[in-house]
């Protein structure tokens, strides 16, 4: 062996059981604003009066603000510690809610927009550190559940935007009350979240800096598993509508039934994880994603085609929690590598529906699918690339010690 050596291993937590839960129930609320935001995208296009091409660039600024803003998150939790960081991150991003509906014209809406998806990626980072190294101290996986607790959260506060718009509610004053209630709910739930802190001594992190190397092999697979589900949330409907004939009816509740199949998996994901491991876990759900994208590139009728994009949902949902669990145990400084895994597998969400927008105008439909199932089977390739999400996908093994006490790690994003 080298003469290197090797980190101590990270200390149990005090007290798991909290720990799972509050993490899982800061998850719930990041997915809860989104949730709520997205609900009143048709107010703020009527109310600004935007064409789809102005709209369209509005909600370009989110993913804009996220990646720019990743790298930051390690040096806020360096620096005030994990529990700190992430309730302030949160409660940033519960407050951003509030900004979109206010925007007077699109130039400040994209603005606003940028702050939103600003404190969406940092908050996002921060919280997905912090999931990695409680999944490391329990001893057992935990990542896809969490974000299965996003996607719940999502599906959660839906209704109430749905409602509002309903009852034809000013959108300023909705968001406004949803932003000040998931900021109260926000705190309690930090609380509870441990205070894990880099070692003494351990180099603070840069302002910004560029993802690691070692990150983005674990963000090609991310890519792969989000390029999907961006394609299959945006255009299942239009699918179902124009290629298998379905009614306005169907077309129109395929983007909840995809969410919820994906909440569902991602929620019984870990199960799968523990017995079986990260890397055989993605190669199933790569083969499995594979057989749903064959289905709906066959389809001629909604029978064929709404179990395809169901397939679809469950093979790729544990992936990207996958990828951050990998990318957490890359090097000293999960932050870093968190960051740069996100910011690949955000690209690949941003790109995915206007890319299959393209191939379908130049082709058709169907070979813009061919290629989400290219990519779907590319995941039986390179699942292992996620090989250091199995480290702790066994089962407890936890010992009652303080999570303040810290660990040899550079815990600069927990």
């Known amino acids: 062996m080298s003469g290197t050596t090797a980190p101590p291993p990270p200390e149990p937590l005090a007290a798991p059981r909290r720990a799972r839960r509050s993490i899982a129930l800061t998850f719930l609320v990041h997915g809860a604003v989104t949730g709520s935001f997205v609900t009143r995208i048709p107010w703020i296009q009527h109310h600004l009066d935007l064409s789809t091409g102005q709209l369209g660039l509005a909600l370009v600024m989110p993913a804009v603000g996220s990646s720019l803003a990743m790298p930051l998150a390690g040096r806020f939790v360096h620096r005030y510690g994990g529990r700190a960081a992430v309730r302030g991150l949160i409660s940033l991003w519960c407050l951003s809610l509030a900004l979109p509906a206010l925007a007077p014209s699109l130039p400040v809406l994209c603005a606003a927009l940028l702050v939103y998806g600003a404190t969406s990626g ?10 990695v190294e409680i999944e490391e101290r329990l001893g057992r996986s935990i990542m896809s559940g969490l974000h299965g607790m996003w996607s719940a959260g999502g599906l959660l506060a839906s209704p109430f935007g749905i409602l509002a718009a309903h009852l034809d509610l000013d959108a300023r004053i909705q968001l406004a009350v949803t932003a000040l209630v998931l900021l109260a709910l926000a705190q309690p739930v930090c609380r509870g979240l441990p205070d894990l802190r880099a070692h003494e001594g351990a180099e603070e992190p840069p302002r910004f800096a560029l993802p690691p190397r070692s990150s983005l092999v674990i963000g090609l697979v991310g890519f792969c598993a989000v390029f999907a589900e961006g394609a299959s949330m945006d255009w299942s409907g239009v699918y179902l509508r124009d290629v298998t004939g379905a009614s306005a009816t169907v077309a129109a509740a395929s983007y909840t039934a995809f969410s919820l199949t994906m909440a569902v998996s991602r929620l019984a994901g870990d199960a799968a994880i523990r017995r079986l491991g990260a890397v055989r876990t993605t190669r199933i759900g790569g083969a499995v994603a594979t057989v749903g994208g064959l289905l ?13 994009f169901a397939l679809i949902g469950i093979g790729i949902a ?8 990998a990318a957490g145990r890359i090097g000293t400084n999960p932050s870093q590598a968190i960051a740069g895994v996100a910011t690949v597998t ?3 969400g941003l790109i ?13 439909l169907t070979v813009s699918f061919g290629l989400v199932t290219a990519l779907a089977c590319a995941l039986l390739l390179s699942a292992g690339a996620l090989r250091l999400a199995e480290r702790n996908s066994g089962g407890e093994n936890v010992t009652a010690m303080s999570p303040e006490k810290p660990s040899g790690k550079d815990l600069s994003a927990i």
Do not use: E
């Open 122 to 131: 940092m908050a996002d980072v921060a919280m997905n550190a912090q999931g």
């Open 296 to 308: 709906v590139v066959a389809a001629d009728s909604p029978a064929l085609a709404i179990p395809g």
């Open 318 to 325: 544990v992936i990207v929690p996958l990828a951050f669990a």
């Open 346 to 348: 955000y690209t690949s």
């Open 352 to 364: 995915a529906p206007a890319v299959i927008g393209a191939l379908a105008q130049a082709t058709s």
